[in-house]
């Protein structure tokens, strides 16, 4: 995506690619999530909000980006800014990603394809998760780049054959998500396998019935016995790149691209793993200083605001994958709730890539920005 300076007598401060669209007042993230919270059931708003513990991590996870401050340089051309990259090899316009979220059918019945259709339109690349209700042949007929998100099921021949199909479908990389060893989920009430409200919400959607019965509900659920081996077997049965995703030590990192990981996601699941976890933000320098080198790697978890993504960046993060954001955008307004939220941070992505003197993320450094004392 590329913009191009105001139009000579435009007032100064109004920056094209920073439209103040319908979401652009301050705190448009909780009015959104106010109006997806207001146009669906309790218990699945509830679920779309939840945070491990008493969620500190997951507010933790937003202060942390706001506690950084960027160090703007001056007399750089910023006549044209473009935030065009390529991850792991795929073109897309901006390193915005949408994070994979289960349970997006029970936002709106078609789910990710409409997810799916706004960031094609967007030139946006989105993660599909494991627990998606659409069929990956509907979500990749609407042209977006993506990659499948594993959840390994006990049985494996269910991953295997899941991901096979993916792959299939078009996915282009694999998102091995390692941090799920509970659910973040508080009560009966929000886990979504008691939702017997809300049709073709699981797993199953891209098995057969007979696959859904040989597997039974044990085979189906997820492995907790995984180990670094299992990266390989992934790219074997899928023939696509795997990145680690939930990783938030140095440790891991090493051990996720020593086992052959193309790349890794810095995260906490939104906050939705541990209480008392360290947050993205603060995590993210350590993985970077041991792998950055050797791969990529993205980052996501309470990412609200153009400036967070930049401070990311500047870090050195690849990508800046986004969560809820997306699905309040969802619930509230289908595929346009989406592209309204993608259009938002990607402005104010561009608005603060120019206003701190940059043409493209590439050239961010972490000298560019500072943690607030
Ligand atoms: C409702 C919901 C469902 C999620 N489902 C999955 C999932 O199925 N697989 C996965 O790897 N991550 C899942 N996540 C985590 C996201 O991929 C991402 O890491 C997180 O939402 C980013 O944090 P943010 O919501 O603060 O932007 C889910 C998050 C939410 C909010």
């Not at 160090?71 to 051309?77: E, F, N, T």
């Not at 990956?136 to 899941?162: I, K, M, N």
């Not at 990981?261 to 603060?282: C, K």
Request: hydrophobic letters at 45%; one cysteine or more; proline letters at 7%.
């Amino acid at each position: 995506m590329t913009t191009t300076p105001p139009a000579p007598g435009a007032t100064p401060d109004a920056i094209p690619g920073a439209t103040p669209g319908p979401l652009a007042a301050p705190g448009w993230v909780e009015e959104l999530a106010a109006r997806a919270d207001a146009a669906l059931p309790d218990y699945v708003s509830g679920y779309f909000h939840s945070a491990a513990g008493d969620g500190t991590c997951a507010r933790e996870g937003v202060a942390d980006w706001d506690a950084f401050r960027l160090r703007p340089r001056v007399l750089h051309d910023t006549s044209e800014v473009t935030t065009a990259t390529t991850l792991l090899g795929t073109a897309v316009s901006s390193p915005l990603v949408v994070a994979p979220m289960a349970q997006q059918v029970a936002a709106r019945p078609e789910g990710e394809v409409l997810t799916a259709r706004a960031a094609a339109a967007r030139g946006h690349l989105l993660g599909l998760s494991t627990n998606t209700g659409a069929r990956f042949a509907d979500v990749a007929a609407e042209g977006a780049p993506w990659w499948y998100q594993v959840y390994v099921c006990r049985d494996r021949s269910v991953t295997a054959r899941l991901v096979e199909r993916a792959a299939a479908a078009g996915a282009r990389a694999l998102l091995l998500t390692v941090d799920t060893t509970s659910l973040a989920v508080e009560g009966p009430r929000l886990d979504p396998s008691n939702w017997v409200e809300s049709p073709r919400k699981n797993r199953t959607a891209n098995l057969t019935p007979a696959e859904v019965e040989a597997a039974g509900p044990d085979g189906l659920a997820m492995a907790l016995d995984l180990t670094p081996d299992v990266i390989g077997w992934l790219a074997e049965e899928s023939g696509l790149p795997v990145l680690a995703k939930g990783v938030l030590t140095a440790r891991d990192a090493r051990r996720c691209v020593d086992a052959g990981a193309d790349g890794v996601v810095v995260s906490t699941h939104g906050g939705r793993r541990l209480g008392p976890s360290v947050t993205s933000a603060h995590a993210l320098p350590e993985v970077l200083a041991e792998v950055g080198a050797e791969v990529e790697v993205h980052v996501d978890s309470g990412v609200r605001a153009g400036h967070h993504a930049v401070a990311a960046l500047a870090l050195g993060a690849r990508a800046v994958h986004v969560g809820r954001p997306v699905m309040w955008g969802l619930a509230a307004d289908g595929a346009d709730g989406v592209g309204a939220v993608l259009d938002q941070l990607q402005a104010e992505l561009v608005t603060c890539l120019r206003q701190t003197g940059f043409a493209h993320q590439r050239d961010l450094t972490p000298a560019d920005v500072v943690r607030r004392a």
